[in-house]
T-cell receptor, first 113, second 114 residues
Framework: DAKTTQPPSMDCAEGRAANLPCNHSTISGNEYVYWYRQIHSQGPQYIIHGLKNNETNEMASLIITEDRKSSTLILPHATLRDTAVYYCIVRALPPQGAQKLVFGQGTRLTINP | NAGVTQTPKFRILKIGQSMTLQCTQDMNHNYMYWYRQDPGMGLKLIYYSVGAGITDKGEVPNGYNVSRSTTEDFPLRLELAAPSQTSVYFC?????????????FGPGTRLTVL
């Protein structure tokens, strides 16, 4: 599995865009980039995933570099409720079988009023 | 839909005691997982199941057992509790095949072993 590197912590002002980076220089061609977040010791929550194209949903945007060695999760208008630990995970999407997620220590994002 | 539910929310055990952490999902997901999270760390996979009657070990299975007799339930059994098992335990489920394989997590069980 590709390893990921994330900054341990980041701050962002409320209403601004929060940009969370993730390095995954050893990513394989069949591996996806997933983002989950964990708000204050709750269970993790899926945010978004992508293979090589940029992706957007109602929660966030995911920008993956052309060489796929890094990506950025963007929360376009951060609110106080976005304060959480954000995990970048690189895994293959199994055609059959369980997807065993490997969580690193993530980035603790603090949104300041 | 309740999603993934876990009981109990909190539990204190004495060394050597045993207990079962309950996990139920109402989304008809075939895949279910147990993770543990130690303070300040990411989650680690304990066991997982791909369907009723089928389970397999994850990264940190020692000291735990699981069973999967129904699609909905995936209990985690701790035998002979040890202080090293003090952790927060999360159960998750996901659907089969295509799509995002998004995992849905329960609220967790906070276990302390003294």
């Amino acid at each position: 599995d590709a390893k990921t590197t994330q900054p341990p912590s980041m701050d962002c002002a409320e209403g601004r865009a929060a940009n969370l980076p993730c390095n995954h220089s050893t990513i394989s061609g069949n591996e996806y980039v997933y983002w989950y977040r964990q708000i204050h010791s709750q269970g993790p929550q899926y945010i978004i995933h992508g293979l090589k194209n940029n992706e957007t949903n109602e929660m966030a945007s995911l920008i993956i570099t052309e060489d796929r060695k890094s990506s950025t999760l963007i929360l376009p208008h951060a609110t106080l409720r976005d304060t959480a630990v954000y995990y970048c995970i690189v895994r293959a999407l199994p055609p059959q079988g369980a997807q065993k997620l490997v969580f690193g220590q993530g980035t603790r994002l603090t949104i300041n009023p | 839909n309740a999603g993934v539910t876990q009981t109990p929310k909190f539990r204190i055990l004495k060394i050597g005691q045993s207990m079962t952490l309950q996990c139920t999902q109402d989304m008809n997901h075939n895949y279910m997982y147990w993770y543990r999270q130690d303070p300040g760390m990411g989650l680690k996979l304990i066991y997982y199941s791909v369907g009723a009657g089928i389970t397999d070990k994850g990264e940190v299975p020692n000291g735990y057992n699981v069973s999967r007799s129904t699609t909905e339930d995936f209990p985690l059994r701790l035998e002979l509790a040890a202080p090293s098992q003090t952790s927060v335990y999360f159960c998750a489920s996901s659907s089969t095949g295509g799509g995002s394989n998004e995992q849905f997590f329960g609220p967790g069980t906070r276990l302390t072993v003294l």
